[in-house]
Structures are given as structure tokens and as C-alpha cells.
T-cell receptor, first 112, second 115 residues
């Protein structure tokens, strides 16, 4: 799986959009970008994933650059409950049988 | 549908002892993965079970072993506990096909402290 690089921490004001970047310059054509988050003392939670096209669900939007070397997770209206560590993970297939390789993630602090 | 559950939530053991952690998969999921998360770090993959067979293993010694049962629930066993085994142990279940493929659904974890 391709290596990812994320900033260690970010702050965001409550109600504003949180934009979390991820670099994955060595991504292969068949690798997907997944985002998970981990709220303090809980298990990681799936947020969204994509291959080439931008994706949106009820939690977030995922913007993948045309060359696929980077992506941005957007939380459109951050709340205090979005304070968590966010992990960007690149993996080669989308079956449930391969392990997730977590990096250090980005610690997002939403400020009141 | 029920989510992934783990027991116990917290556990304290002493060095050299053995421990068994338990996980119940999300309904209908046939794959279970176990992860170890040390304080301040991301989860690290221990091993995965698919249809009761070990399907992959991370860089963990043989004293970490597991089982998956016909109902897809799972156990993680750790023998000869060491101080460095103190961590949050996470179980995740997933579907090989159907649903949102590639996603793993995590339980709340078991926090193990080895003294």
C-alpha cells in the first residue's frame, strides 16, 4: 500500500469547514483512498473512500486531485464532536480481507 | 443490526500471565481483524481471520494467537505478557463482498495494562 503523509495536527473553528490534507504521491492506479477517524478512547470509524472521482456522503466530502497524488477530506460544518484523529489510508483493493495500515494521522481540534 | 462488541473493556494483568480478549462481529460479517494500539500511535495490524482460518498476520510474535468461531466471533490470546503489551486492543469486522467493500467496522477496544 502506498505511503501517506498528513500534518500532525490542525485546528478548526466550530461551524467552519475543516479541510484535512493527505499526500500519497506513490499511489498506484488501482489503490483507493480511505479516511477513518478515531475519537478519543473509541475504535476507528470509517468516513469515506474513493478511487478517482470526488465523493460525498452524510459525513464528509473527499476531493482527490486529478493526478491522484493528494486528497483532501472536508468536514463542511465542523462541530466539537468532530475533534478526533483522522487517518488517511491508501490500499490496493476494496475487499474486506486486507489489513488497514494506519499512520500517525492528523489530530483535529475543533475550537468553540 | 448490532455493531462490533468487545470484552472486557479494561483489564489489568501482571508480566508473564496470559490473557484472552473477545470480540463479536457485526451481524453478517465473516472477517475479523485484530489491531494493537499503543498510546499515541495508530493501530497496528496483528492478524486477520476469514471463515475460521488465519488470513494474514502482521509483525507480531507467535505468543499472539487467535481463533474465529463458526458464528464469526473471535478471540485474541496473548501468552507470557510483557510490559510493552500494554495497549488498546481493537477488533474490526468486515465483509468480503457486499456493503461498503474495504471498510472495517471497529469495536470500542479492550484496554490492557500489564504491570
Amino acid at each position: 500500500d502506498a505511503k501517506t503523509t498528513q500534518p500532525p495536527s490542525m485546528d478548526c473553528a466550530e461551524g467552519r469547514a475543516a479541510n484535512l490534507p493527505c499526500n500519497h504521491s506513490t499511489i498506484s492506479g488501482n489503490e483507493y483512498v480511505y479516511w477513518y477517524r478515531q475519537i478519543h478512547s473509541q475504535g476507528p470509524q470509517y468516513i469515506i473512500h474513493g478511487l478517482k472521482n470526488n465523493e460525498t456522503n452524510e459525513m464528509a466530502s473527499l476531493i482527490i486531485t486529478e493526478d491522484r497524488k493528494s486528497s483532501t477530506l472536508i468536514l463542511p460544518h465542523a462541530t466539537l464532536r468532530d475533534t478526533a484523529v483522522y487517518y488517511c489510508i491508501v490500499r490496493v483493493d476494496d475487499t474486506g480481507r486486507r489489513a488497514l495500515t494506519f499512520g500517525s494521522g492528523t489530530r483535529l481540534q475543533v475550537q468553540p | 443490526e448490532t455493531g462490533v462488541t468487545q470484552s472486557p473493556t479494561h483489564l489489568i494483568k501482571t508480566r508473564g500471565q496470559q490473557v484472552t480478549l473477545r470480540c463479536s462481529s457485526q451481524s453478517g460479517h465473516n472477517t475479523v481483524s485484530w489491531y494493537q494500539q499503543a498510546l499515541g500511535q495508530g493501530p497496528q495490524f496483528i492478524f486477520q481471520y476469514y471463515r475460521e482460518e488465519e488470513n494474514g498476520r502482521g509483525n507480531f510474535p507467535p505468543r499472539f494467537s487467535g481463533l474465529q468461531f463458526p458464528n464469526y466471533s473471535s478471540e485474541l490470546n496473548v501468552n507470557a505478557l510483557e510490559l510493552d503489551d500494554s495497549a488498546l486492543y481493537l477488533c474490526a469486522s468486515s465483509l468480503v463482498s457486499g456493503g461498503i467493500r474495504g471498510t472495517q467496522y471497529f469495536g470500542p477496544g479492550t484496554r490492557l495494562l500489564v504491570l
